[in-house]
C-alpha cells in the first residue's frame, strides 16, 4: 500500500536546499510581551528562557500561580541544567522498599513500588502511611541555577515602564535581540548561550540619558518539593550562596542542601550585594556579561562575552548545515507554511531542550513538570528524531547514561523474577523509579532501547561499530523482553501486570496490548540481527518469543487496543496505531485490518484526551499505510494539545504543561518518515505519495526502518 518517491516529494543531494532561508523565515519576531510563549537559547545541557527584556527581568509575573491568580497564560522563565538536581533531606530515612507492594501475576506476587496516588499531597500520603511514596515520587527536583534580570533605579521595573518592546529569535544563530524603550530612551539586549559550555551571555547598551539607571540582578532560589517545583525565594536560610572575586571574575559557590554547584560571571561590570542577590553595574558604556555554571568550573574562563555570542552563531549554522532538510516553500496546499514552521521550530526547541547528558524532561529546560525528572517512554518521543534527521550524536548523548544505569535495571529485573535489564519509567540521574500504581508497571519504553540503536545503526557509515558499542544495551534489553513474555499453549503473551501506553486499561487485567505485542516483536527480531550480523549466537528464546508474539485481528476486522479480552476505549492515547508507524513493519500487521483500525480511530476518539505526540503517531501510521492525506491532517489537525505556540513549542495544559517537548519531537520522527521515507524488510526504499498541492523538496535523510 505504500508508494515509490513521488513527483511532489523530491530526494535531492545535500545543498539543494537554501537552508538559511528555509530557517530565517521563521524567525521568532514579538512586537509587545508574550508571556505564554517566551523564547529560549541553550545548547542541549543548559538553557535559559527570557522574557522582552532579553533577560528575565519579569520572572515572577511568569511563574505558574502568578499567572493562575491573574487568569492569564504564560510559562515559567527557566534556568536549568541537565546535570542540575536536588534531593531534599530525609529525615524519616523513607527507602524505596517502602513504596514496594505485591502484585498479582501469573507467574506468583511481583513487588514493584506503587504505594503512592500521585494526587495525594504530602500531607496526605503521610496520614495513609504513603510518606516514602511522596518522598520518591517529588525527589530529586532540578534545580532552578539562577535569575538574571534588569533594574531600573535599583528595583524591577514595572511593566508599563518597558515600552515599543520588540524581539527576535535568529533561528540561524541562536542570539535573541530585544530592543524596547524606558522613558523613551532606547535600550537593547542580545542574549545567547555558548554551544559548548554551560554559559549565558548578553550585552545590554542603552542611551546614555538611562545607562546610569540600569543595572542587572543575579539571584540564587531554593527550590520546592512538589510536582511543578518552582524556585523559591522566602527561604533563604535553607541554602548558601558564597561570594568570591577571583582575579577578573565574580564566583559563587552555591549549596543546596546536598547540592553544589559554581558560578562565575566575567565583563564589564562592577559587582555588589550579599546573601542571595547581587547586581551588576556597567563599568563601560555596554554592559558585557558571560556567566557560567557547572557542577565544578572548568579552569579556563570564558572573559570575552561577545565570544559567546559569536560561537553561539557558529554552532548553530553548523547544525542546520548538518543533517537533513525540507524545503515547504513551493507548496500551494493550505497548512503548508504552518507545517514548515512547525518543523523548523521543533529543531530549534529540542536541539536547545532534549540533546543533553541525559534523558530531558517533557518540558525541558523551561520549567518543572513531574519534579524535573524525565520520563523513559518518552525520551524515544524527544529524541529518536535526531538520527532521523541525519544528526545521530544528539541522541548518543544521552545514551551514554543508559550505560551508566544498567546496574540499576538489572536488579530491578532480577528483583521482579526476569533476566537482563528492566528500564525504569520515571526518574532522575541515578535511575531510581518513582513510586506510583502506572509508571512501573509500563513496558513500552523497554524497546526504545533497541529502537535508538538500530536508529543509528542504519544511518551509519561503520554498522559495526554501532552493534559493537551498544550491543550490551540491546543484548540486556531483549533478555529481559524474552523473560518477561509468558508462553501459553503455542503463543507468547505479554502478561498482567502490564500498564499499557494507552493508561485506561486496569494493569492486573490487561494481556496483550497490541502496540506492546507488536513492539516487542520488532526488538526481539532486530536484536536477534544484531547478533546475527556479528556471527554470534542467537539465543533460541528469543526466536520463540518473536516468533509466538501475535497480533491478532478482532472479530470485526479491527485491530483492538488490548487483545485478549478483545477491547478498546477511545480517548487517552490511540496506542494501538504505533503498532505499524512507530514500530517498523515486521509483516505481522494486517495493513488492511490496521487501515480499518485507523479510520475508525480517527472517526471515534475522544481528542480532548489525546496528547501531542498522539498525532504524530497517528500520522506515522497513516503514511506507512499509504495515507499521506491522513498523515498530513493529523499534523495538522486543530485540537488544544496540538497547538503549536508562536516560539514552536507545543501546548498541552496552560500553567501545568505549559510545552510538551514530547509533541516537536514526535512531529520530527512523522515528517521524517512522511518526507524521508524509509527502507521496508526486503531493502526497498519507500516513499509516499503526497496529496495535491504538497511540493517538497527533501534533502540528507538517512536510511530508517
Known sequence: MTGVPSAQTRPTPSGTIDREAVVRRHNVRYAGPCPESPVSVGNGEFAVTVDHT????????????????????????????????????????YRLEDTMEAHPSPRGPVKY???????????????????????????????????????????????????????????????????????????????????????????????VEVAERLAVRVAFPYVEESFEAPPVWDQPEAHRTDYRADGGAHVWERTVDEARYQVRAMGTFSVNGSGHEWVLRATESVLRCAVEFAPELPADPISAPGEVLVRSARGWEDFWRRGAAVDLGASTADGAHELERRIVLSQYQTRVHCSGSTPPQETGLVCNSWGGTFHLEMHWWHAAHFPAWGRPGLLERSLAWYKSILP??????????????????????????????????????????????????????????????????????????????????????????????????????????????????????????????DGRAEPALWA???????????????????????????????????????????????????????????????????????????????????????????LLRTEDKNTHLPNGHNRQVPHRMPLYLPGNGGLLMATALLFGGWVDSDGVHRRVELPEGWSVVAEGFPPRP
Request: charged letters at 25%; hydrophobic letters at 40%; aromatic letters at 10%.
Open 54 to 93: 532579553g533577560l528575565q527581568s519579569f520572572a515572577d509575573r511568569y511563574e505558574r500561580n502568578a499567572a493562575r491568580s491573574r487568569g492569564e497564560a504564560a510559562t515559567p522563565l527557566g534556568m536549568q541544567a541537565q546535570w542540575g538536581f536536588h534531593w531534599f533531606p530525609n529525615p524519616h530515612g
Open 544 to 634: 520463540r518469543v518473536a516468533d509466538g508474539l501475535r497480533p491478532v485481528v478482532s472479530e470485526d476486522g479491527h485491530y483492538d487496543a488490548v487483545q485478549r479480552p478483545p477491547r478498546t476505549v477511545y480517548t487517552d492515547h490511540p496506542a494501538m496505531l504505533g503498532a505499524l508507524g512507530v514500530v517498523p513493519d515486521t509483516g505481522a500487521i494486517d495493513h488492511e485490518a490496521m487501515l480499518r483500525t485507523l479510520e475508525r480511530a480517527c472517526a471515534q476518539w475522544n481528542w480532548r484526551s489525546a496528547w501531542g505526540w498522539d498525532f504524530p503517531m497517528i500520522a506515522m501510521c497513516a503514511t506507512r499505510l499509504g495515507r499521506a492525506d491522513v498523515a498530513l491532517s493529523a
Open 113 to 207: 513500588p506503587s504505594a503512592y496516588d500521585f494526587r495525594e499531597s504530602r500531607e496526605e500520603s503521610e496520614a495513609a502511611g504513603r510518606g516514602a511514596g511522596y518522598y520518591y515520587w517529588t525527589n530529586p527536583q532540578r534545580l532552578h541555577l539562577a535569575q538574571v534580570g534588569l533594574l531600573l533605579d535599583g528595583r524591577v521595573p514595572e511593566w508599563e515602564e518597558i515600552q515599543e518592546a520588540g524581539q527576535e529569535l535568529d533561528l540561524w544563530t541562536g542570539v535573541v535581540t530585544s530592543r524596547f524603550l524606558i522613558e523613551e530612551h532606547a535600550v537593547q539586549v542580545r542574549t545567547a548561550v555558548d554551544p559548548e559550555r554551560d554559559c549565558l551571555a548578553f550585552e545590554m547598551e542603552s542611551a
Open 408 to 533: 540499576v535495571a538489572r536488579a530491578g529485573a532480577v528483583a521482579q523474577g526476569f533476566r537482563g535489564a528492566r528500564w525504569p519509567k520515571h526518574v532522575g540521574p541515578e535511575g531510581i523509579e518513582s513510586p506510583n500504581d502506572i509508571g512501573p508497571l509500563l513496558v513500552w519504553q523497554q524497546p526504545h532501547v533497541i529502537s535508538y540503536a538500530e536508529l543509528l545503526r542504519t544511518g551509519a557509515e561503520d554498522e559495526a561499530a554501532v552493534r559493537q558499542r551498544y550491543r550490551v544495551l540491546v543484548d540486556e534489553t531483549a533478555e529481559f523482553l524474552a523473560s518477561f513474555a509468558l508462553l501459553d499453549g503455542d503463543a507468547y503473551h505479554l502478561p498482567p501486570p502490564l500498564m499499557p501506553a494507552q493508561e485506561v486499561y486496569g494493569a492486573a487485567q490487561t494481556w496483550d496490548p497490541l502496540f506492546e505485542v507488536a513492539y516487542v516483536r520488532w526488538a526481539l527480531l532486530t536484536a536477534l540481527a544484531w547478533r546475527r550480523a
